[in-house]
């Protein structure tokens, strides 16, 4: 199946205009396209609407002024290069990408703007040389989820602390799971405890390696931080519950989707900012004007609910470090 018949096209305000007579559709022709490129499935549609925020908030709204094409490989990464490149020959204003969906899309081109939403270091990514400073075509936002792993260890050994082998789950192919899993790896050498690494790199492969999980008798298990593994938050949720495998997300939507606990960046806040971004550039400005921002307000976030069905006592400590519980 061609990568191409894979893509949504999303026009706001164009209902039916697949069925309008060509004359009509060249009168409504968009003056601007957005890009909007990602490694995992299509966000949820929360996430979208935060983007969509961001966009009014620079005095951009979706209509006959402008439209948003959506390329998305679906975890497949090795399909980012294409997807990017069918971005660039359709001619788009500016692309919003996520990496490593955004290291494509700069291979692809140095022309057509760049705004990336990166969970990780974006210096040592290579998406920029500087933080204040951006050159070229690109800038973004870095939450830095990547960074936190091992605060997310220390809480959920806090919570299970007679879990002394714990899981990390990550997609290999992802250039963010190296340095995460290694900055867990000396966490968890400073608590004692044993890391397993297990592969996530498609569905299948997410249910093969909780059912090993149980063999193993793991007692815990962190959730990297991955654009595809976000994709699957239901899938993993659920597998976490049936299993009964005390879980630490990198992000809230997990928990609210019934997982554990989350510690990280407010994604919804990232993606609106990523869309404040991509409308300062559709008004005029340059990438290089735009420093990467790295927003460093984190969420602590425990689902009440899941715990009890775990069988798991919130301490205290946790209760007074948590910014919401959910019951």
């Not at 990464?77 to 692309?95: G, K, N, Q, S, T």
């Not at 659920?238 to 992000?251: C, E």
């Amino acid at each position: 199946m061609s990568i191409c018949l894979r893509r949504r096209e999303f026009i706001a305000g164009l209902g039916g205009a697949a069925a309008w007579p060509l004359a009509a559709r060249a009168q409504q022709t968009p003056k601007a396209v957005i890009g909007f490129l990602r490694q995992g499935p299509m966000e949820p549609l929360q996430l979208r609407n935060a983007f969509r925020e961001g966009l009014r908030e620079a005095g951009i709204s979706e209509g006959n002024e402008l439209t948003i094409q959506d390329r998305w490989a679906d975890g497949h990464y090795d399909r980012l290069p294409a997807l990017a490149a069918e971005l660039v020959r359709d001619r788009v204003r500016v692309i919003a990408a996520f990496l490593p969906a955004a290291l494509a899309a700069k291979a692809a081109t140095q022309r057509v703007p760049i705004v990336f939403l990166s969970g990780s270091d974006p210096i040592g990514a290579g998406l920029v040389s500087s933080i204040n400073r951006p050159t070229g075509n690109v800038t973004g936002i870095a939450p830095m989820f990547t960074l936190l792993g091992g605060k997310n260890l220390e809480l959920l050994h806090e919570l299970v602390p007679k879990a002394t082998m714990i899981a990390a789950l990550a997609k290999p192919s992802n250039p963010n799971a190296e340095p995460q899993l290694r900055d867990l790896e000396s966490a968890a050498r400073k608590l004692g405890l044993e890391l397993v690494v297990f592969s996530a790199e498609d569905e299948r492969e997410i249910d093969s390696s909780f059912a090993t999980m149980v063999q193993r008798q793991i007692g815990a298990l962190i959730v990297t931080a991955d654009g595809f593994l976000i994709g699957q938050q239901d899938q993993i949720v659920a597998l976490a519950a049936r299993y009964a495998v005390p879980t630490m997300y990198p992000l809230s939507q997990y928990v609210a989707a019934g997982g554990l606990m989350s510690y990280g960046a407010n994604l919804s806040d990232s993606y609106r900012q990523t869309g404040i971004y991509v409308g300062k550039i559709l008004n005029g400005a340059k990438p290089a004007d735009l420093p990467v921002l790295q927003p460093t307000k984190v969420e602590f976030v425990i689902n009440l609910n899941t715990a009890k069905a775990f069988g798991l006592t919130v301490p205290p400590t946790l209760y007074a470090l948590a910014n919401e519980v959910i019951e």
